[in-house]
């Protein structure tokens, strides 16, 4: 390439080691920025589809160093110089161009500070431990960890991360560095919420989400984190992990049942969307979809309190199932199998399309009640009770299936407002309009299968006085 000066690049991507193919990789640059090396580099490959974009200094999210990023077939690339941090008191460091070896001992693991020369083809592990710490599963510090915690204290939950992430085990001198009350003052103080919530949110993406709110209890960081102690919320999310162990699920619903489930206390105030919004800074929407799970499963469990896993059972016993029904519509089995049909129909429509993390909240919520009230119980007491507590919520499942209640979420109203207008001249806009149409929609439940004109006789006889 055509550089002022010989240049040795070195990968420095962390999982590169630890995945088959990785997608993002960072290229570690000895004497040249990075947008000059990509240009060139571009330019050499003949790369004429791709463009190099420019990430520039931004110290509040962590970037302290103008990144050069462009993709290269299936990559992505990030360009950068090798430097040295030095902190004077600020979060945000004096950044200068650095040895590899000055790079390698200012990163946060040491596991996270090997490099692979391009040049040399062999991994290179300026600190001494690099290698030794991936073979054994140690998350450690290259420096001392006060003094790494220190330079910035958001490397805790990063060591929580990792951690949890690759299974590793966090060594006796970080966890006592993560109690010292210097380490939490920084912390409290240097830290913004946004990076809070921008770290616990790849712990809550990641391959063992339990593992990392689990860490955080033990290191006594719940208050740090979240604004306060959660509880029943660890034993909850264990308890969902285990339910989902083995089943395929939408990646974005298990990472709001995570929330869900840690920030399950205080429930009934809001309490865990508040910590989202206000301690974690994640976004609004994100928030309130966490919420709803979290009602859902409170309205499962509601459901269970009435009998309705009893009321379920008896009409699976019965044989009763919606999809091709020609019987007698007045039989007193199928009128009570429509009421039940109905308060499922409620709880899946608030639920929406997070109705199914509701679901498994809920079973998770119990699951997690029984172990605390069986602490002394033998083992095989224990598993005769979760066991009929999973039949319960297995007979509700059920339910929902012969009940024809899968996609009810997205049943839409055969009539319309203006429709309804037509039919009902004399309705009134307001509450009033509220009620027939929440009426319309329990008839078109209670009645699968029924058409418009039978929905247009019902309200003209349901609502007589406002046909004129």
């Not at 208050?223 to 264990?238: T, Y």
């Not at 206390?265 to 928030?287: C, F, I, R, S, Y």
């Not at 009134?428 to 039978?454: A, C, S």
């Amino acid at each position: 390439l055509p550089l002022p000066s010989p240049v040795t690049s070195r990968l420095s991507h962390r999982p590169s080691l630890t995945q088959a193919s990785p997608v993002d990789i960072d290229i570690a640059l000895s004497s040249v920025l990075g947008v000059t090396f990509a240009s060139n580099f571009k330019e050499l490959a003949g790369a004429t589809s791709s463009r190099v974009g420019v990430v520039g200094l931004n110290p509040e999210k962590s970037k302290h160093l103008e990144t050069a990023t462009m993709t290269f077939g299936s990559f992505y690339l990030d360009f950068v110089n090798l430097r040295t941090d030095t902190y004077t008191g600020s979060r945000i460091p004096d950044v200068k161009f650095g040895s590899p070896r000055e790079d390698a001992f200012r990163r946060d693991l040491t596991i996270n500070s090997l490099f692979f020369n391009l040049e040399s083809m062999e991994v290179e592990d300026y600190t001494g431990m690099g290698l030794r710490d991936l073979r054994d599963g140690i998350i450690r510090t290259p420096l001392s960890p006060v003094e790494t915690l220190l330079d910035d204290p958001l490397r805790v939950l990063r060591a929580v991360r990792f951690a949890s992430r690759l299974r590793f085990e966090i060594c006796r001198e970080l966890r006592e560095a993560v109690g010292e009350e210097e380490v939490r003052k920084a912390l409290r103080e240097k830290v913004s919420r946004e990076r809070f919530g921008r770290e616990l949110d790849l712990i809550m993406s990641s391959d063992d989400p339990v593992g990392g709110v689990r860490l955080i209890v033990n290191l006594n960081l719940e208050e740090s984190v979240f604004g306060r102690r959660i509880g029943r919320g660890e034993s909850v999310l264990q308890k969902a992990w285990e339910v989902l162990e083995n089943e395929e699920w939408q990646e974005e619903g298990r990472r709001r049942l995570w929330y869900a489930s840690a920030l399950v206390e205080g429930t009934e105030t809001q309490d865990g969307k508040n910590v989202m919004k206000d301690m974690l800074k994640l976004p609004g929407k994100e928030a309130e979809k966490v919420h709803i799970i979290q009602q859902t499963s409170k309205k499962f469990l509601e459901l269970l309190e009435q009998g309705g896993d009893v009321i379920a059972t008896a009409l699976l016993m019965d044989g009763v199932k919606v999809e091709g029904f020609e019987g007698d519509r007045t039989d007193p089995i199928w009128k009570e199998a429509m009421e039940m049909r109905f308060r499922l129909a409620q709880i899946l429509r608030y639920g929406g399309s997070s109705w199914r993390d509701g679901f498994v909240l809920a079973t998770a919520e119990r699951l997690a009640a029984l172990d605390l009230h069986l602490t002394d119980e033998s083992l095989e007491t224990r598993e005769d009770e979760e066991n009929a507590e999973m039949q319960r919520f297995e007979a509700l499942q059920a339910a929902i299936v012969e009940l024809d209640l899968t996609n009810v979420a997205k049943l839409q109203p055969l009539l319309n407002g203006e429709e309804v207008k037509r039919i009902l001249p004399g309705l009134p806009r307001g509450p009033g309009f509220r009620t027939v149409l929440d009426g319309q929609m329990k008839f078109m439940i209670m009645n699968p299968g029924v058409g418009r004109e039978e929905v247009e006789g019902w309200m003209k006889e349901e609502f007589e006085s406002f046909k004129y």
